[in-house]
């Protein structure tokens, strides 16, 4: 055991404790447990959502796959990053103006219909445990090389922690782990770069030269692809790009501002953290091959994961390594935080509250739903990352954000801007796209190797498509039935609420009474 690293894991779990006690305090119903109550502001929230999105595929699994592959790894940066200009552009003012505590609650404000927010809540949930299990992989490697202690306990340990979180802070201990997380996160990545770069009196071409000489013209330079390895790469990259606008996790953050200017602003602030972060990431991979090694990076870790701590150890002795995976102990607790208030979020609010309970569940009900699914959430997760230690966590994430592009997303842009949009389309493009981006991903190299029917590593240049295309025949084969438009709400005021936050019952309040 490293005693130093021990004691700064000790120093972060105190912290977040001592944040989730004080939280505990004002969670004190539904509106607060889900999101906040709706006041957090807005360079508040863009620090949460980049604490929420630089998650350990970002510090972790990208720099140990820049390490291990080279210039190939940074390809996850760039679709990680360009993501947010969809998000801004399209997404987060319409979710906002939309939505209440979860997605589901944005697409049934136009199709007020059970079925559809059933899709959307198990979308929720899936996509949810995709992301969740890389973050438990992540967190059960670092426990491993800095504790000693067997993976199986450092998973179970890491899952009570979170459902600790959750069940006594909701969204508001969340949102301050997040913003802490973010400004640690930034605090060592910086520190680790800077150490890189100091080796080569701060010039990154010769920090480039250096690992030329030591691996090969290909740790720098794009490698030459076959036809499947550049499917594969064009796959990920569409994943990474479009996945961003249909993760759960980070659509409810924009539920926890009071208005879509909030919304905006905490995009922007957002945007130029994860930046400047995923600008140093190269530094952090090439620092690690160099330094570490290659092969002490695979010894330690087949698929990398600990390129980033190994290097900080090999930078600055057993005080910097204690610090950096502090860092990295501390990305990891708040995306999970995240991502299971966004699953039982999606379970107790959409499916007990709403679904079999009718809308007619209690505060206290709703309340107590939550908590109870976090925990049955968390236990899931904790048992399906017991079985998934071997994988490299940036592309378990890949595949969570190939199954947001393909299940959610084209649900969401057809809702929001497409007047003929129906029931019909959106639940067939919803499971169409769920059932084939997890279909492809257990028949891909993934999980049967040589074996493998679908060649391609990540399944989105195929499962995205068919999303889109599941939301267009839908609404024709459901044209106008009765059954399919008989709890719209019309697409002017649907449109209008998208674009300015306005809802009808604000502007009925301020109509001047009739004269008598």
């Given at each position: 055991?490293?005693?130093?690293?021990?004691?700064?894991f000790?120093?972060?779990?105190?912290?977040t404790?001592?944040?989730?006690?004080?939280?505990s305090?004002?969670n004190?119903g539904?509106?607060?447990?889900?999101?906040?109550?709706?006041?957090?502001?807005?360079?508040?929230?863009?620090?949460?959502?980049s604490?929420?999105?630089?998650s350990?595929a970002?510090?972790?699994?990208?720099?140990?796959?820049?390490?291990?592959?080279?210039?190939?790894g940074?390809?996850?940066?760039?679709?990680?990053l360009?993501?947010?200009l969809?998000v801004?552009?399209?997404?987060a003012e319409p979710?906002?103006?939309?939505?209440?505590?979860?997605v589901?609650?944005?697409?049934t404000?136009?199709?007020?219909?059970?079925?559809?927010?059933a899709?959307?809540?198990?979308?929720?949930?899936?996509?949810?445990m995709?992301y969740?299990l890389?973050?438990?992989?992540?967190a059960g490697?670092?426990?491993?090389?800095?504790?000693?202690?067997p993976?199986?306990v450092?998973?179970?340990?890491i899952?009570?922690?979170?459902?600790?979180?959750?069940?006594?802070g909701?969204?508001?201990a969340?949102?301050?782990?997040?913003i802490?997380?973010?400004?640690?996160?930034?605090?060592?990545?910086?520190?680790?770069?800077?150490?890189?770069?100091a080796?080569?009196?701060?010039?990154?071409?010769?920090?480039?030269?250096?690992?030329?000489?030591?691996y090969?013209?290909?740790?720098?330079?794009?490698?030459?692809l076959?036809?499947?390895g550049?499917?594969?790469?064009?796959s990920?990259n569409?994943?990474l790009v479009?996945?961003?606008?249909?993760?759960?996790?980070?659509?409810?953050?924009?539920?926890?501002?009071?208005?879509?200017?909030a919304?905006r602003?905490?995009?922007?602030v957002?945007?130029?953290?994860?930046?400047?972060?995923?600008?140093?990431?190269?530094?952090?991979g090439?620092?690690?091959?160099?330094?570490?090694g290659?092969d002490?990076?695979?010894?330690?870790?087949?698929?990398?994961?600990?390129?980033?701590?190994?290097?900080?150890?090999?930078?600055g002795?057993d005080?910097?390594l204690?610090f950096?995976?502090a860092?990295?102990?501390?990305?990891?607790?708040?995306?999970?935080?995240g991502?299971v208030?966004?699953?039982?979020?999606?379970?107790?609010?959409d499916f007990?509250?709403?679904?079999i309970?009718?809308?007619?569940?209690?505060?206290?009900?709703?309340f107590?739903?939550?908590?109870?699914?976090?925990?049955?959430?968390?236990?899931?997760?904790?048992?399906?990352?017991?079985?998934?230690r071997?994988?490299n966590?940036?592309?378990?994430?890949?595949?969570?954000?190939?199954?947001?592009?393909s299940?959610?997303l084209p649900?969401?842009?057809?809702?929001?801007?497409?007047?003929?949009?129906?029931t019909i389309?959106a639940?067939t493009?919803?499971?169409?796209?769920?059932?084939?981006?997890?279909?492809?991903?257990?028949?891909?190299?993934n999980?049967?190797?040589?074996?493998a029917?679908y060649p391609?590593?990540?399944?989105?240049?195929?499962?995205?498509?068919?999303g889109?295309l599941?939301?267009?025949?839908?609404t024709?084969?459901?044209?106008?039935?009765?059954?399919?438009?008989?709890?719209?709400?019309p697409?002017?005021?649907?449109?209008?609420?998208?674009?300015?936050?306005?809802?009808?019952?604000?502007?009925e309040e301020?109509e001047?009474?009739?004269?008598?």
């Amino acid at each position: 055991m490293n005693p130093v690293a021990f004691a700064f894991f000790l120093a972060v779990i105190a912290l977040t404790l001592l944040v989730t006690y004080w939280a505990s305090r004002r969670n004190v119903g539904a509106s607060t447990h889900y999101v906040a109550g709706g006041q957090i502001k807005g360079w508040q929230n863009g620090l949460a959502i980049s604490g929420d999105y630089l998650s350990a595929a970002s510090f972790l699994g990208i720099a140990g796959a820049i390490a291990l592959t080279g210039f190939s790894g940074f390809y996850l940066s760039v679709g990680f990053l360009v993501a947010y200009l969809v998000v801004l552009l399209l997404v987060a003012e319409p979710l906002r103006n939309l939505g209440k505590y979860t997605v589901a609650d944005a697409l049934t404000s136009r199709f007020n219909l059970r079925r559809v927010r059933a899709v959307a809540a198990l979308n929720t949930i899936s996509i949810s445990m995709f992301y969740m299990l890389a973050q438990l992989v992540g967190a059960g490697a670092i426990m491993v090389l800095l504790l000693d202690i067997p993976y199986s306990v450092a998973v179970i340990g890491i899952g009570i922690l979170m459902t600790i979180y959750i069940v006594a802070g909701g969204m508001i201990a969340t949102t301050w782990i997040q913003i802490i997380k973010a400004v640690l996160l930034m605090a060592g990545t910086f520190a680790l770069s800077v150490g890189v770069l100091a080796q080569f009196n701060f010039n990154p071409l010769a920090m480039f030269e250096a690992a030329t000489e030591q691996y090969g013209m290909e740790a720098v330079m794009p490698p030459e692809l076959d036809l499947v390895g550049g499917l594969d790469v064009i796959s990920l990259n569409i994943a990474l790009v479009l996945g961003t606008a249909g993760l759960p996790h980070i659509l409810i953050r924009f539920l926890t501002v009071p208005d879509a200017k909030a919304a905006r602003n905490s995009v922007i602030v957002a945007t130029w953290i994860i930046g400047l972060f995923y600008l140093m990431t190269p530094i952090l991979g090439y620092g690690a091959a160099i330094f570490v090694g290659r092969d002490a990076i695979v010894e330690q870790n087949p698929a990398g994961n600990m390129a980033a701590p190994q290097l900080a150890q090999a930078l600055g002795g057993d005080i910097f390594l204690g610090f950096i995976t502090a860092v990295a102990f501390a990305t990891i607790v708040a995306v999970v935080a995240g991502l299971v208030i966004a699953a039982s979020g999606a379970f107790a609010h959409d499916f007990y509250t709403n679904v079999i309970k009718g809308g007619e569940a209690s505060e206290r009900e709703q309340f107590m739903a939550a908590r109870i699914a976090a925990v049955g959430v968390s236990i899931g997760a904790m048992l399906l990352a017991l079985g998934a230690r071997e994988f490299n966590v940036a592309f378990l994430v890949a595949l969570a954000f190939a199954v947001a592009a393909s299940a959610n997303l084209p649900a969401i842009l057809f809702m929001i801007f497409w007047k003929r949009f129906n029931t019909i389309g959106a639940i067939t493009g919803m499971l169409t796209g769920l059932i084939s981006s997890v279909g492809l991903v257990l028949i891909s190299p993934n999980v049967m190797g040589e074996s493998a029917i679908y060649p391609l590593e990540n399944p989105g240049i195929v499962s995205i498509p068919l999303g889109f295309l599941g939301c267009y025949i839908g609404t024709l084969l459901g044209g106008k039935r009765d059954e399919a438009r008989a709890l719209y709400t019309p697409y002017e005021k649907i449109y209008v609420q998208a674009n300015t936050g306005i809802r009808e019952e604000e502007i009925e309040e301020k109509e001047p009474a009739p004269r008598s």
